[in-house]
């Protein structure tokens, strides 16, 4: 038993998982190897390492210790990879060449599910059985991945903020390890140090954010003479504004995925992550206030707008559901204005 194994057991993480060229989901192996290059981007001082792990839940972990390590449970990876397999076939996205037009048919039943429950959480991806309708289109395989990428790199790279930020070490001693599990519902942490890890929170979601745009915008531009590239410049990312909004729309798709709504009953200054649409208008207000890839004040309200609409609407069309119309609506109160305040005081204590 190595040090990784070692570690994850420690803390009580499920076994890794060792990615195989022949595993049904059909992307671990690429993915590992990009979670690997994301560890060494952020790569300090002590060694960095990204791994699987066989848990079914959606969640990742980011762990300071002798070693730091980011875990992605197999259940996060199976459910980023449906969502995307379920847009690539639904029809969203129409410039892309595909077997269907988008219909929008949504059932009530389905409406009163959460999105994750709808997508199986829990249940292994299978690439070949969930991509018979849109396989033999090549365009709608580019599609995919994109989505896919986008997703994973905002989740992988948000774990990597707590690691770049040292966290971690910052928040226990420099000698005691430390670990932050990505939840997709936020737990009571206590009125003390409650504030403080929103804030840990929110600087890791705007670095993830930072990083995948950025991180798009060079592939782009490195690849810009293969044919997946020009597709992607023809149909989806034609410019830097676009690549904002892409990205945001997606990231807005993931906290509508993650939040489960049981945030309500608790009190909201004493929870260890803020309830998902806040993280999602915080995300939003990251990228208007810097502004990543030099894109405009007005670029910027643009994908914020074309994000809060876009997002509901594919997942809508997505899943067959009604949209959530008051999603951020909830979090939009004086009590929510005064929270931020709260939080974004603290910030500066922790990056």
Not at 22 to 44: N, Q, T, W, Y
Not at 196 to 217: C, G, M, P, W
Not at 262 to 272: G, I, P, Q, R, Y
Request: glycine share 6%.
């Amino acid at each position: 038993m190595d040090a990784l194994d070692v570690i994850l057991r420690r803390f009580g993480i499920p076994p890794r998982l060792d990615p195989r060229p022949d595993d049904a989901s059909g992307f671990l192996v690429p993915f590992h190897i990009e979670g690997r290059e994301i560890c060494r981007s952020v790569k300090k001082t002590h060694e960095c390492c990204f791994t699987f792990v066989e848990g079914v839940e959606m969640q990742a972990v980011a762990i300071q210790d002798e070693m730091d390590i980011i875990a992605m449970h197999a259940g996060m990876f199976w459910l980023l990879c449906r969502l995307a397999a379920n847009a690539a076939g639904s029809g969203v996205f129409p410039s892309f060449e595909g077997p269907l037009e988008a219909r929008w048919n949504p059932a009530v039943e389905r409406s009163v599910e959460t999105p994750r429950t709808l997508l199986g959480e829990g249940v292994p991806f299978d690439w070949k059985s969930e991509t018979t309708s849109w396989i033999a289109y090549p365009e709608r395989q580019i599609l995919f991945l994109a989505i896919l990428s986008v997703l994973f790199r905002f989740v992988t790279y948000h774990e990597a903020g707590h690691l770049w930020y040292d966290h971690g070490r910052r928040r226990g001693g420099r000698d005691r390890a430390s670990i932050f599990v990505d939840k997709t519902e936020p737990s009571e942490a206590g009125s003390v140090g409650a504030i403080a890890s929103q804030a840990r929170e929110i600087i890791a979601d705007s670095f993830a954010l930072e990083r995948t745009i950025k991180v798009i915008d060079r592939e782009l531009t490195l690849k810009a003479e293969f044919e997946m590239t020009k597709i992607l410049r023809a149909k989806l990312l034609p410019d830097q504004k676009a690549i904002s909004g892409f990205v945001l729309t997606m990231v807005f798709i993931y906290f509508r995925v993650s939040d489960r709504s049981n945030w309500h009953s608790a009190s909201l200054h004493a929870l260890s992550h803020p309830p998902a649409p806040f993280r999602a208008k915080a995300i939003a207000a990251a990228l208007f206030e810097h502004r990543h890839l030099s894109i405009s004040e007005d670029a910027a309200g643009s994908a914020i707008r074309s994000a809060t609409a876009g997002s509901e609407a594919i997942l809508s069309v997505m899943l067959g559901i009604y949209p959530n119309l008051h999603w951020l609506e909830n979090v939009s109160t004086t009590e929510f204005d005064d929270h931020f305040k709260k939080i974004y005081d603290e910030i500066p204590q922790w990056c």
